[in-house]
């Protein structure tokens, strides 16, 4: 769907993007970074909006250098700040917006209602924007982005400034317009968190740069942390602890979970050596005569790719 080469993108003081190269293909794909880090300026060269200063990038097998037209037809764009008339309705902004993308009046009228209505806003359609809360007007500039039926929608910051319950019905929104219509989908956020629900693959920049670049499973990949949690017994009454205790013994140290949630205690971490620590786990638990209520592998969180760099720690969580 999308490849860059070596793209640059310089302005007299920053460079926004420093020789990027990547291949995006169909899905639903999260583009993360902190701000600053370059995501709106890849953006516009992708929709041949503003040109690189080194480098190149395709759209759809275009060149975004001599086919941006071509490419904006085929391409839905939700830009990141308020860009809506506030005197107009919905329905007016986007029949407005399909019609100067080429559709004729009356397919135009009809992909409105139907976008306008895949966003939620059909209820509110022919009142004027002004009115309208920031969610709503965030599904607006989606169902701008989505009227002309594109291959493929490039949505700036769609969760910016929404609650956390707007930001899960946007997340769910977007997710939809993958499975609903087909539409390929690069969604661009500062918080790491959201894209790890909502994107097949996570592309992650850094200072123009490209930092990493894989599926959101490869992401969460397993750690070497186990987990374990047991039952008391009349016997133990504390199993957790005599379990780690045991453990220590056998010359293998675990840590409690730490947590305020409930229960949180009772798991013991350690970090596991092949089948081996499986199975010494499994021994100690029944010599002591507990059940054993579980014992799993941990996964990594998106999160903890940044957690290296206080900066890009500072990130996650700010607006943007
Ligand atoms: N027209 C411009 N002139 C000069 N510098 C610019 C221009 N546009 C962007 N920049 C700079 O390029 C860098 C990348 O900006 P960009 O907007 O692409 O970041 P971003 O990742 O989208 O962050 P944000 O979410 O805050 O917009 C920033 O340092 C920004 O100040």
Do not use: W
């Not at 990038?57 to 700040?81: C, F, N, Q, S, W």
């Not at 939620?120 to 969610?135: A, D, F, K, Q, V």
């Amino acid at each position: 769907m999308i490849a860059t080469e070596s793209l640059s993108k310089r302005f007299p003081r920053v460079t926004a993007l420093d020789r990027l190269s990547v291949d995006i293909g169909a899905g639903v794909t999260g583009l993360v970074g902190a701000n600053g880090a370059g995501k709106s300026t890849l953006i516009k060269i992708l929709l041949g909006l503003s040109p690189a200063t080194e480098g190149r990038a395709e759209v759809l097998g275009l060149d975004v250098a001599t086919k941006g037209a071509a490419i904006r037809e085929r391409v839905g764009y939700m830009p990141e700040h308020d860009c809506l008339p506030p005197d107009v309705s919905a329905t007016e902004f986007v029949v407005h917006m399909a019609r100067m993308s080429g559709l004729p009046p009356t397919a135009a009228r009809e992909r409105t209602a139907d976008t306008l209505r895949h966003v939620g806003l059909y209820e509110e359609r022919y009142r004027p924007i002004g009115g309208y809360s920031t969610g709503m007007k965030q599904r607006v500039k989606l169902a701008q982005a989505l009227v002309h039926d594109p291959q493929l929608v490039f949505l700036d910051e769609p969760t910016n400034g929404l609650d956390p319950v707007g930001r899960d019905e946007m997340l769910g929104l977007i997710r939809r317009v993958h499975t609903d219509f087909g539409i390929s989908v690069l969604v661009t956020s500062h918080l790491l968190g959201e894209l790890e629900r909502t994107c097949d693959h996570v592309v992650v920049i850094d200072g123009g740069k490209l930092l990493r670049s894989s599926s959101t499973t490869d992401f969460t990949q397993t750690t070497t942390t186990l987990a374990i949690e047991v039952t008391d017994s009349d016997g133990h009454p504390d199993g957790t602890r005599a379990v780690r205790e045991e453990l220590h013994a056998r010359g293998v140290d675990t840590h409690a979970e730490a947590g305020g949630l409930p229960g949180a205690g009772h798991i013991l971490l350690l970090t596991a050596e092949g089948d081996a620590t499986y199975d010494l786990v499994r021994d100690v638990v029944a010599d002591l005569g507990l059940g054993l209520v579980r014992m799993e592998q941990r996964r990594h969180h998106i999160s903890e790719v940044f957690s290296s760099d206080e900066q890009r720690k500072e990130a996650v969580g700010h607006g943007g």
